[in-house]
């Protein structure tokens, strides 16, 4: 449960809303929804607290434990567009996740034989993590 908290923080911090991986927005009004406005707002304590809100007719515990997981997917897919340009971080900050979401890149592209565009985003990742130490 904590682990959904800190990421609908972190998702709220920067004014982001979980996406489906098709890249729409999640329907407020879905139990998924209300699974995520309730962490927003700090509802639930516990996974009981959760299930009990949204399974108030008690389907049992693995249509929750499965909607937990997916909207853990949900939130981890839209972190991956947190955006560090348009924010009061300093140069270095912005530096640091860039590198990180190019060296995730690289890695993506060489696990699919891509090797000379991984090769290309390399070296700009080296110029750029030389620049920032």
């Not at 707002?41 to 997981?69: M, Q, V």
């Not at 853990?72 to 640091?96: C, E, H, M, W």
Request: glycine fraction near 6%; hydrophobic fraction near 35%; proline fraction near 2%.
């Amino acid at each position: 449960m904590q682990d959904l908290k800190e990421l609908v923080y972190i998702l709220n911090q920067y004014q982001l809303k979980p996406l489906h991986s098709n890249g729409q927005r999640l329907d407020m009004d879905s139990r998924m929804g209300k699974f995520y406005e309730g962490l927003e707002k700090n509802l639930f304590d516990t996974d009981e607290d959760a299930e009990k809100y949204l399974f108030p007719e008690g389907r049992g515990s693995s249509n929750y434990r499965k909607l937990k997981s997916e909207l853990r997917d949900r939130l981890i897919y839209t972190v991956s567009f947190f955006n560090a340009r348009g924010t009061d971080f300093t140069d270095y900050q912005k530096a640091y996740y860039d590198c990180h979401k190019l060296w995730l890149v690289v890695k993506i592209l060489t696990g699919q034989n891509a090797n000379t565009a991984a090769m290309n985003l390399a070296s700009k990742l080296i110029k750029q993590t030389e620049r920032f130490e």
